[in-house]
């Protein structure tokens, strides 16, 4: 944090698993916060509790496609996507199965969903 001269005047650290969004000025999670692409590569040490890798955040429930534990201040939740969606390693939500792109968990591995091969009159239900 900087005073009005703009000298650091206190250093703020987020909890274990949050990054500093500097736009909102907070802490949120990493999914859509660009550390590596402004030049932030530093993490602190994890310190995980119970199912939580870190205090904070989100990851996927092994040999599930629509499950995943949330953690915040390392309480663990398990979460269950609804309507035939897959938890996205990258985004940190509930997403298509094809937009995921988690091995195992296509539309095509899940359902076995295939597209048409053929153009025509022919109608698919």
């Not at 703009?6 to 999914?31: M, R």
């Not at 660009?34 to 429930?61: A, F, M």
Request: with cysteine.
């Amino acid at each position: 944090m900087c005073d009005e001269d703009g000298n650091l005047a206190a250093e703020f650290l987020c909890q274990d698993g949050l990054v500093y969004e500097p736009i909102s000025k907070q802490c949120g999670l990493p999914f859509k916060i660009d550390c590596i692409g402004t030049g932030r590569t530093k993490i602190q040490e994890p310190q995980p509790q119970g199912n939580c890798q870190r205090l904070n955040g989100k990851w996927s429930v092994p040999d599930t496609c629509d499950q995943y534990i949330d953690c915040t201040s390392g309480v663990e939740r398990l979460v269950t996507c609804q309507n035939h969606l897959v938890f996205d390693d990258k985004t940190g939500d509930c997403e298509h199965p094809d937009a995921a792109n988690r091995p195992g968990c296509t539309a095509e591995e899940l359902y076995g969903f295939t597209c048409p091969n053929s153009i025509g009159q022919a109608r698919y239900a």
